[in-house]
């Protein structure tokens, strides 16, 4: 069964990000995406741009760009997994390494066609 994983980030994980837990994210992103390239479960992976973003919403027939990828939530998407690691308890395992779940959740989900 093939798994999301949705990273996301917020103040709190960037500072982590660019401040002493640095080594730590890199670490944990090479181990994890070493061990399922090794698994033959790691179907896909990237960090999301804060750059070229943004927000499109359409209402009444009209539709607005906004300069994203912020919504009105702190919290927004930094990056993803698509794994085929078999079951939900495999993703939330996986999902519970990442430095980023001490600061933002993690979503995991499983494709619904895959």
């Known amino acids: 069964m093939k798994f999301l994983l949705t990273l996301y980030n917020n103040a709190n994980t960037i500072a982590a990000i ?59 998407v930094g990056g993803y997994y698509l794994t085929e690691c078999g079951h939900l308890e495999r993703a939330a395992e996986l999902a519970g390494r990442f430095v980023e779940a001490r600061f933002a959740p993690i979503e995991e989900r499983a494709l619904v066609h895959g």
Do not use: M, N
Request: hydrophobic share 30%.
């Open 18 to 76: 660019e401040g002493p837990d640095r080594e730590e994210f890199r670490k944990v992103h090479d181990d994890i995406q070493k061990e399922l390239a090794a698994e033959g479960a790691l179907i896909d992976t990237s960090e999301l741009s804060v750059v070229e973003a943004t927000v499109v919403r359409t209402h009444e027939g009209a539709t607005t760009r906004t300069d994203g990828p912020f919504t009105k939530g702190q919290d927004f």
